[in-house]
């Protein structure tokens, strides 16, 4: 749920902001290190509105010493992304690392559109 923020979601965007966010506001958490791999389960089934749950690819590898194409690294990979799809979230990887199956969502450039409100 959103908070009220003094309010500044409602001046910008009108009367319905707060119903329209809510309805509207996807929750996204990173799995980094081999510790989050082994609660994965856990997560998923304990915290309510998650949606979306990423294999944060180099920190993955970074701590726990080892890369993507490692048979280390693809094991935990496979178990976050199968527990992730059995409990019907979708996984997110970086675009460059997509080719493994089940992945609908990725991660884009690191270029995007600015809105202008990032200026005021």
């Known amino acids: 749920m959103r908070s009220s923020g003094q309010q500044p ?9 707060a119903t ?3 309805n509207n506001i996807l929750v996204m958490i990173q799995i980094e290190s081999p510790a ?5 389960d856990n997560i998923s089934n304990e915290v309510e509105g998650i949606d979306i749950v990423m294999v944060a690819s180099n920190d993955f590898g970074l701590f726990a010493g080892d890369r993507d194409g490692s048979p280390s690294y693809n094991a935990r990979e496979k178990v976050v992304r199968e527990s992730v799809l059995a409990h ?7 675009l460059e ?3 493994r199956p089940g992945y609908m969502l990725f991660q884009g450039p690191k270029t995007a559109k600015t809105t202008g409100y990032e200026k005021n």
């Not at 979601?9 to 902001?17: K, M, P």
């Open 9 to 17: 979601g409602q001046i910008l965007w009108g009367d319905g902001y």
């Open 20 to 22: 329209n966010a809510n």
């Open 36 to 40: 989050g791999v082994g609660v994965i």
């Open 88 to 94: 019907g979230k979708d996984p997110r990887r970086s």
């Open 97 to 99: 690392l997509a080719n």
